[in-house]
């Protein structure tokens, strides 16, 4: 079996493949403090929460943008489960190349979603990654990784203005029953959840022009749209671009860039072979 886990900087998410599918997935929180033996005994007790033993894991693949807890996990891997892993870079062998100014600069989740979304579709792809920033990254029809936008997260910027807004309470992040919001509460929720939806909706066919304009025999229809990440499920309903989303996004990634390590054929995350 292959652990997964994707170290980010507010959640770290952890699947367990078994080889034809994702047995479970977790969410643990990012504590920078922790130490290999707290994790490791997290690691443990999920994997006997569905009854499996150490002996079982054959592999571990790590991203991570949060560098600490990276070693920690290698850590974990070793002293836990008697294995090496393989932490994702921009060197790995994933399956698209990475051609942005700067590749040893990029996160390497931005890197495992983009293998993953290639690799699902075939072809050109943006992927909408909602976590503590809000990445859009690029891939065009021959698996090249171009780059991407970033921008500040639904949950940095709500914070950032609560913080500086004396009058301005915490709301929940629910969908207001129209855009006017009649009330503060709704005001907030619409300006967060529409505001969100359409920045994407604005940022998407911006990115499918300049796709278009590198590549003349793209066309817009032909550039899959993918959203993942901890809040994709609540702002994708209110956009018109994004057409398919995946929260596990990035752990079907992790595991098509260890299959390619092991030198099999990479299955999705429905254990069907892809191209």
Same mark, same amino acid.
């Given at each position: ?142 698996? %090249?990784?171009?780059?991407? +936008? #970033?921008?500040? @997260?639904?949950? $940095?910027?709500?914070? *950032?203005?609560?913080? !500086? ?54 066309? %817009?229809?032909?550039?899959? +749209? #993918?959203?993942? @990440?901890?809040? $994709?499920?609540?702002? *994708?309903?209110?956009? !018109? ?35």
């Amino acid at each position: 079996m292959l652990l997964a886990i994707d170290i980010g900087n507010t959640n770290i998410v952890l699947g367990l493949w078994d080889g034809g599918r994702w047995r479970l997935q977790w969410r643990l929180s990012t504590v920078r403090e922790r130490t290999a033996d707290e994790y490791g005994l997290d690691v443990r007790g999920l994997l006997r929460e569905c009854k499996v033993k150490k002996r079982q894991v054959g592999q571990v693949v790590i991203s991570s943008v949060v560098p600490k807890l990276t070693a920690v996990f290698a850590e974990v891997g070793r002293r836990y489960l008697g294995q090496e892993a393989l932490v994702v870079n921009h060197r790995t062998n994933m399956g698209i190349r990475v051609e942005t100014d700067f590749p040893d600069q990029v996160g390497a989740d931005r890197l495992v979603n983009a293998t993953a979304a290639y690799h699902r579709f075939g072809g050109a792809c943006i992927v909408v990654d909602m976590g503590t920033a809000t990445k859009y990254d690029v891939v065009n029809r021959d698996g %090249a990784f171009l780059g991407g +936008i #970033i921008s500040p @997260g639904l949950q $940095i910027t709500a914070d *950032a203005l609560f913080a !500086r807004a004396a009058k301005l309470s915490q709301v929940e992040f629910v969908a207001p029953p129209g855009v006017i919001g009649r009330n503060t509460i709704h005001a907030l929720q619409a300006g967060l959840i529409y505001g969100y939806a359409s920045q994407i909706d604005g940022l998407i066919p911006r990115l499918q022009a300049e796709m278009c304009a590198l590549d003349g025999e793209l066309t %817009a229809d032909q550039i899959h +749209i #993918i959203g993942t @990440g901890g809040l $994709i499920g609540l702002i *994708a309903p209110h956009t !018109r671009t994004i057409t398919t989303t995946d929260p596990w996004l990035t752990l079907s990634g992790l595991q098509v860039i260890a299959a390619r390590g092991r030198g099999e054929g990479e299955q999705d995350s429905k254990g069907g072979e892809t191209a």
